[in-house]
């Protein structure tokens, strides 16, 4: 077992954009305050179905944390069918299946959200964490240069590129990808990566 495997505890997924999460949660927070500051609507059966409602959607945005991802894939099967071109949905689900560990099934839906929105960077460094879990090293890293050569500073996909890197045995090419997420300011895992000796210390 190689001392790289160490590195495997840094997950390599991320749900969405910093900008997508952000302004999902914004959203749902907005519909909560008109909700509750409707005096007519507050307490009835319509605003326990739209709080529901909201709270699934929030389920949505808390990365590995989900409430629960069979949950929300049923929230989002329903919601797919209505909107059936919407890539983000197809991103989300793909990366509830991720977190329920069905990488093959995580993997059709970014395939689905990346042939839906041109340029994608999110689901294609997605879908670089899936390929990754099924040990396909190569089409993983050709994801994540897509989704760095969408988005350059694309913090995201310079981590989970010199991790990808680095459990290949590809020090130097894992630690400058390492740095560079840290000048992204993403430290963690090349600070882990000093750690065990697998960085030069600079």
Known sequence: ????????????????SCSEKNKSE????????????????AGSEKNKTASEKIDN?????????YTDPKKAIEYLNNDIKVQQKNA???????????????????????????????GYADAYNNRAAA????GKHQLAIE?????????????DAYANRALIYL???????????ARKACTLGMCGILEKAK???????I
Do not use: H
Not at 5 to 16: A, D, R
Not at 171 to 177: F, H, I, Q, R
């Open 1 to 16: 077992m190689r001392k790289i495997m160490i590195f495997i505890f840094l997950v390599l997924t991320f749900l969405c």
């Open 26 to 41: 914004s959203d749902l927070l907005n519909k909560e305050k008109t909700l509750s500051g409707n005096k007519e609507y």
């Open 57 to 65: 959607e929030r389920a949505l945005w808390n990365g590995k944390k």
């Open 88 to 118: 983000v949905k197809y991103n989300n689900r793909g990366t509830a299946y991720y977190g329920l560990g069905n990488y093959p099934l995580a993997i059709e839906d970014y395939n689905k959200a990346i042939r839906l929105k041109k």
């Open 131 to 134: 390929y990754y879990m099924l």
């Open 143 to 155: 994801d994540c240069n897509q989704a760095i050569k969408l988005k350059t500073d694309f913090v």
């Open 167 to 177: 459990k290949m045995g590809n020090k130097e090419l894992g630690c400058a990808d």
């Open 195 to 201: 750690n065990k000796g697998a960085c030069p210390l």
